[in-house]
């Protein structure tokens, strides 16, 4: 009976020699980074009858809820790529951040607002591979009202994005192989 090889780390004296290598699909990460980004963004959203709040008084300094859009991702989409040498690239991105703000004064009003700033970063990013920023998640949102107008008001947004920017692409790879994972019965606690 042949010992089966599991996985874990290789015993004191050494791990036994593959069976056969095999091509796998796997998603390669050529490079990746990541940054706490604040930005502070100001909207007009309007107000009164007919508009995206119609319920409710307005003061400057009244807080609005916000929060990133539910179904929605923060996005880049390159804007230029220059070459630096040593098989690395400087990308300027324009980040998309989708705000979901509600009204202080009707939870069931609310508006989505697109807010964008650039980024820059070097990275080894080979040509056809796409910065992926789809791991990026909203740290905080702080929005407050800072002047009304008759039919609007105009809405301070301060935020904070953890931004991870990946570059990644799915390719074949050559591994030693020891055959295919089985599985074993389950421990079970009494």
């Known amino acids: 009976m042949v010992n089966q090889v599991n996985p874990g780390p290789c015993p004191s004296e050494g791990c036994p020699p593959a069976t056969e290598i095999v091509c796998i699909s796997v998603d390669k990460v050529y490079d990746s980074c990541f940054q ?11 107000t009164g009858p007919g508009s995206e709040w119609p319920t409710g008084f307005f003061a400057v300094g009244q807080l609005v809820p916000c929060e990133l859009t539910p179904g929605l991702k923060i996005s880049a989409t390159v804007i ?10 400087t990308i300027t991105m324009l980040v998309t951040v989708p705000l979901t703000l509600t009204n202080p004064n009707d939870e069931a009003e609310t ?4 807010f964008e ?3 820059t970063v070097t990275l080894n990013c080979p ?3 796409e910065p992926d920023t789809s791991g990026s998640t909203l740290i905080f949102c702080s ?9 609007s008001v105009e809405i301070a947004c301060v935020f904070q994005v ?3 920017i990946e570059c990644i692409s799915t390719v074949q790879l050559l591994v030693p192989s020891y055959g295919f994972c089985i599985p074993v019965p389950c421990t079970v606690v009494s």
Do not use: C, M
Not at 143 to 151: D, K, L, P, R
């Open 127 to 129: 040509v056809g591979v």
């Open 143 to 151: 929005s407050a009202i800072t002047q009304v107008e008759a039919f």
């Open 117 to 119: 700033f650039t980024k």
């Open 80 to 89: 230029s790529r220059i070459p630096v040498g040593d098989g690395l690239e």
């Open 162 to 164: 953890y931004l991870v």
């Open 36 to 46: 706490v980004e604040d930005q502070i963004n100001f909207t007009t959203v309007t």
């Open 111 to 114: 508006t989505v607002r697109i």
